[in-house]
DNA sequence: TATAGTTGTAACATTAATTATTACAACTAT
DNA sequence: ATAGTTGTAATAATTAATGTTACAACTATA
């Protein structure tokens, strides 16, 4: 199974309020539009986002704003925030494996580490990259 | 959402042959009972991992094998033979963002690169852990 | 060559997770 | 006050993962 999609949606979302935010009022409605999904959607994120104090909202007026520069907010950043893997765990283990059997038993301390390992690489990788990165690529799209 | 469990269900199956292989005979419902699934789930992953080259069935007598020395299969082949993610791609892209906005139209083009970096990391690490590596470190637990 | 045991796979059932939707109270600026 | 908005609960719909039953195809061996 892959990455929940909230990941690249909660992304896109930074990409319009940085866009238009000078030339529009950053309602839920205005990002569903953009982002193509029911307005709920957008405020459950934005409120994971701003949980993990990466915009800020106000209630009421309508405005949702970016809460950091652009550089200092990393991809593993938004990952976290909008909880992508159950517990933080990449990996599904298979629940009962048989106590009785030797393998069974000892299968998961075995492979703990190398997953973890595996984990930590992904997100290692997903701190190099900022939204400052994304958006000038965005932005150099947009212009063609 | 979590990557499927296939894959360390896969991982113990291996295991499991190489430890039991000359004491029993390895039947999909002998290895159904140490992973604690049902034996057709057993049956298509071992299906999966013959088409990948990984093990070797005989049909109608019981007895998967190992095709190949521990050391040279990789837990990204194992990854890549039982497809824990559509397509290839780790991440889930929210479907139709709107075309008529700038952003929804150029989203996709300006993270591409950039999640695809991230996969890549991450099967780079799966690609430097071999069966040998998880295997011995099973039997050092199972010793104990 | 019959038999017992097994694999391969289709068809279907069940469970769980994700995403979408409706509804409405709480809030804010004007 | 009012119009517009957020926050969130409740629920529905959809999709994906996993589990199960059933049986034909196959193999080794008696």
Redesign the pocket.
Known sequence: ??I???FTMAIHIFACIDTFQNDY?????FLADSVN?????I??L??QL?SAGLVN????????AIAKPLDEITLLDIYNAVECV?NGELF?FHENPNMQCPVGKNIHNALDDKLSRIQKAMENEMQKITLADVIRDAQSFIKK
Do not use: E, F, Y
């Open positions: 199974m892959q929940s999609s909230r009022k950053i309602t839920s409605d999904v029911n307005p709920v959607v405020r459950r934005l409120s701003k909202i106000t209630r009421g007026s309508g405005g949702a159950d599904h």
